[in-house]
């Protein structure tokens, strides 16, 4: 392009760039601006709060809905069960997200939706009903029942919080020579590296500070869910001899009060047991009809996370259906396609036609060491899915310390990004 | 501040990288920054990540995941980020845009 015709160029680009601003602050001054309500403030929430008012400004208001005033991230929860972290170093709460980009908290368990001619309206338990143009559903998962199984005793801590610290507690309170038996559900799960993760750091614990003490893995799946050449090393070497991993094992039901649990390959007693039931959508939901029948997860257009059951509500973070990874470095990704999205929407248009995300998990092995795993994910018009990039999926060599402090530098972006 | 109709090239991509590398490239932790960066810079890094065979690094892995094109996308967008350091208010994606057209019409 030569000086004339860039500058001219330019100056077309520029004026209709203006045009665009001064139509739609026009349109925004006289119009009452764009709501959505956001239900959840987890990885997946949080983030499509803020991004949508980060990229949406005044155009649109955002109130964020979740049952507790501060969210317990999972990301880095297993470090809570060694002793070396706190889970105050890992609960973050919504003030930032207010002060910084104007994003409304409401406190309450939002226990229904509905629609309210073509606006949308959210119930919560203590009977308020907020009322949005679009919601965006981010409550992340439940749990089957298990027959037998009383979380209050045998905690899963699959969900951070109080959970976390029932389980840390049972551990620290083991016997030297005592039995640590966990349960890993059928994927997809949440974080697939997450539970084989656990299984090395509580095993590095009591390696140090419960001579004696053994670590039984009983996974629901056939083999290693992620990362194999890490974990099949972490167990046949780093912790051969303490550890022991049961592949394709159901359970049948537990005993809460004797801490063991009946399986099709038999029974295991243990001194502490950490029994992860199956996952599904969160039950919000569920209760709103997002799943179609068979299925476990919402099923939404991966272009908008806008459900294929019910138009204007959009489900991301683990609820969702795409069959992308259940990771929190992901449901921020996802949110960022949905508030991109739903501005779009809110301006007449359709949504990017070619989206990405990305996945990036760090996980510890040891006290000091850690591996990772990543992949990125792009939008396939044919199938109208979420594809996994080939080249772009792997996972680290081998853990090093590096990595762990790599791990640190990471959660910090993330969390920042989310909740900050 | 008003939803532009067009939301900037690049953007959605280029947020993408924000999980790591900080909310519009302000990473908060020892990661690199990429606000602040040229768009040259940050390109040639890119596809130099991308075709070399380096796999146990986990930005090798990422930058695989991209065409040029989008790489190109992402790195320009960090790029004008840089020209307007210091607006990190909640509307900087509009207002960069917006301050980025000017000031090229004013430049040339
Ligand atoms: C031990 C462990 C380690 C992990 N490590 C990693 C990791 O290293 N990297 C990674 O990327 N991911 C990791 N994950 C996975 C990650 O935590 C989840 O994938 C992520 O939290 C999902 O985000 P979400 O927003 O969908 O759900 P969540 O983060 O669980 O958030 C859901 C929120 O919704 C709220 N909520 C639910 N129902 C309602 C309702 N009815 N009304 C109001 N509020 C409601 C909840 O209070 C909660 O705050 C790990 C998970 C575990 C368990």
């Not at chain 1, 501060?70 to 919504?94: E, M, P, Q, R, W």
């Not at chain 1, 390696?207 to 056939?222: E, F, I, Q």
């Not at chain 1, 039901?253 to 599904?280: C, E, K, Y």
Request: hydrophobic letters at 40%; proline letters at 6%; one cysteine or more.
């Amino acid at each position: 392009m030569n000086m004339i015709s860039r500058r001219r160029f330019l100056t077309l680009a520029g004026a209709s760039a203006a045009l665009a601003v001064n139509s739609t602050i026009l349109r925004a001054q006289s119009a009452t601006p764009a709501s959505v309500i956001v239900v959840g403030g987890g990885f997946a929430g949080a983030t499509v709060a803020k991004y949508l008012r980060l990229w949406g400004g005044n155009s649109v208001t955002v109130t964020l809905v979740d049952t507790n005033l501060a969210h317990v991230s999972c990301i880095l929860s297993n470090l809570v069960l060694n002793g070396s972290y706190k889970l105050a170093n890992i609960t973050f709460d919504y003030t930032a997200l207010g002060q910084k980009y104007g994003v409304k908290f409401v406190q309450g368990r939002v226990e229904g939706i509905g629609v309210a001619g073509n606006r949308r309206s959210v119930t919560l338990a203590n009977g308020q009903t907020l009322y949005g143009d679009r919601i965006v559903l981010a409550p992340g998962i439940d749990f089957d029942p298990i027959p037998g199984l009383d979380p209050n005793k045998i905690p899963h801590a699959w969900v951070a919080g109080p959970q976390t610290t029932l389980l840390q507690q049972q551990i620290a309170a083991m016997p030297a020579g005592g039995t640590f038996v966990m349960t890993i559900p059928p994927a997809p799960y949440r974080c697939p590296p997450g539970p084989y993760e656990r299984a090395c750091l509580v095993a590095d614990y009591l390696k140090r500070n419960k001579p004696g003490s053994k670590v039984v893995v009983l996974d629901a799946n056939p083999s290693i869910v992620a990362e194999p050449h890490t974990f099949t090393t972490a167990f046949t070497q780093t912790y051969a001899g303490l550890l022991s991993y049961r592949p394709g094992v159901s359970i049948v039901s537990v005993d809460s009060n004797a801490r063991s649990v009946q399986t099709n390959q038999g029974l295991f007693a243990a001194n502490v047991l950490n029994v992860i039931p199956p996952h599904r959508a969160g039950r919000i939901v569920a209760n709103a009809g997002l799943i179609p029948p068979g299925s476990r997860w919402a099923s939404v257009n991966p272009l908008s996370y806008e459900s294929t059951l019910m138009p204007g509500v959009h489900v991301i973070g683990d609820s969702q259906g795409t069959g992308q990874p259940k990771s929190g470095h992901i449901a921020n990704a996802e949110a960022k396609v949905c508030a991109d999205a739903i501005l779009r929407a809110f301006a007449g248009e359709q949504p990017d036609p070619a989206p990405m995300t990305n996945s990036a998990c760090y996980s510890p092995i040891t006290a000091t060491t850690a591996s990772w795993l990543t992949a990125v994910f792009a939008y396939d018009a044919g199938s109208g899915t979420m594809k996994v990039v080939p080249d772009s999926f792997g996972e680290a060599a081998t853990p090093t310390k590096d990595n762990f402090e790599d791990m640190f530098d990471w959660a910090r972006n993330l969390f920042a990004d989310t909740f900050a | 501040m008003a939803v532009l109709a067009q939301p900037p090239a690049g953007r959605l991509l280029a947020s993408q990288c924000a999980q790591c590398h900080g909310t519009n490239g302000q990473s908060v932790g020892g990661i690199d920054k990429l606000a602040g960066e040229s768009t040259q810079e940050i390109y040639q890094e890119l596809l130099e990540m991308k075709y070399t065979n380096k796999t146990n690094d986990i930005m090798h892995r990422q930058a695989k995941g991209y065409n040029e094109s989008q790489l190109w996308l992402i790195s320009q967008y960090y790029g004008s980020l840089s020209n307007v350091r210091g607006s990190t208010s909640t509307s900087q994606g509009q207002e960069s845009t917006g301050k980025t057209a000017d000031d090229d019409d004013k430049k040339d």
